[in-house]
């Protein structure tokens, strides 16, 4: 049986009417860019979010560099962010001009571990970048405590946690900011690059807007030294057919996921945690094995798509040898690295993949 890691099949099979109507939506209207489809999807967007704001941008790198660019990180200050997460997160800070400085994560969950935050706070830390990695959010309530106590701002990293929830309420609704993602493989993805910020705060949300226009207020007026990065209409309107299926696709990916847990029994397997007060929705479903390129092998010669996230750390990448650290200066970061596989898991898959992928974990 050949399982792909990911296919978008079934659910485009599902939204095929949808879709194709949001297309000829637009197309009939001729209208591309900062148009109704934008102002309806970022408000709809917003509502899920349980936040004010949402402001749409080309991507999700662009909407965290935009949020701190909006917040005034600039030269000179450093932002914490987690040793282990996708390159953007670091980007966004370097894209600003400032310095991230990595935090190891817990290793049950993958995420930051808030134990470690403070020690790496310096007179010139001047946010704290949670990613609520794989889909599970972070554990927010100390994050969030420290940096009151050490008047930081919070921006949050929403990329592969649309709708996860963190006691009771949603990722992105914590911080003074956060980021999204609907590149096309996210719980909730374009068919194309797209991105969102979210935020409470009316100034904030205004500015972000305005630095993702140039610059620009209103039409040749321009008050910052702006970007541009705006959402377009074509992808506003397809986010809007998927919007409403969200919860359904993650109630879909938890039934997988919790499949996974419950059936894979080799005990060369480590499984993914999930803290108490966390409802994830399972963008990766990771687990971690010492013999990770044996076992990625294995299920790949019986035709079973994997990846790995991600095969080399941040800090270890060639872009950022400016930072001067070595092999062995996060040892939780690199041992994630060398250990993780992630299984397939999308919205439809059958009881029969799901169970073919499971026999197929425990025969390594």
Request: glycine share 8%.
């Amino acid at each position: 049986m050949r399982i792909p890691f990911v296919t978008f099949i079934p659910l485009e099979k599902e939204l095929d009417h949808d879709i194709r109507a949001a297309f000829e939506r637009v197309y009939n209207r001729s209208w591309y860019i900062e148009g109704e489809e934008d102002k309806a999807f970022e408000q709809a967007f917003a509502d899920y979010c349980g936040v004010r704001y949402a402001i749409g941008v080309g991507n999700g790198l662009d909407a965290l560099m935009l949020a701190l660019k909006a917040l005034g990180v600039g030269e000179g200050d450093e932002v914490i962010v987690p040793s282990n997460t996708y390159i953007a997160t670091a980007l966004a800070v370097t894209y600003v001009g400032a310095k991230p400085v990595f935090v190891e994560p817990c290793m049950d969950t993958f995420n930051i571990d808030p134990n470690l935050i403070e020690e790496k706070i310096t007179d010139k830390t001047k946010a704290i970048m949670p990613v609520h990695l794989y889909g599970q959010a972070c554990d927010m309530d100390p994050i969030m405590e420290i940096a009151r106590k050490h008047n930081l701002f919070v921006v949050e990293d929403c990329a592969q946690a649309h709708g996860a929830m963190y006691k009771g309420k949603r990722v992105g609704s914590f911080g003074d900011a956060a980021g999204f993602s609907f590149y096309p493989g996210k719980n909730l993805g374009a068919l194309g690059d797209a991105g969102a910020a979210v935020t409470n705060n009316k100034e904030l949300a205004d500015k972000i807007r305005a630095l993702g226009n140039y610059g620009s207020d209103y039409k040749y007026h321009h008050i910052y030294k702006g970007n541009n990065s705006r959402l377009d209409e074509f992808q506003a309107a397809f986010l809007s057919a998927k919007l409403p299926i969200l919860d359904k696709v993650n109630e879909d990916r938890r039934r997988i996921a919790r499949a996974y847990s419950e059936g894979i029994k080799n005990e060369k397997i480590i499984l993914p945690s999930v803290r108490e007060e966390c409802v994830p929705v399972w963008h990766i479903y990771a687990v971690r094995c010492s013999e990770r390129d044996a076992l990625e092998k294995h299920l790949n010669d019986l035709e079973i798509g994997t990846n790995k996230h991600y095969p080399i750390p941040m800090h270890l990448q060639e872009c950022y040898k400016d930072l001067g650290m070595a092999k062995g200066s996060l040892p939780l970061a690199e041992e994630i690295s060398a250990t993780e596989l992630s299984l397939p898991l999308y919205y439809g898959m059958t009881d029969e993949q799901i169970r073919y992928v499971i026999d197929s974990v425990n025969s390594f």
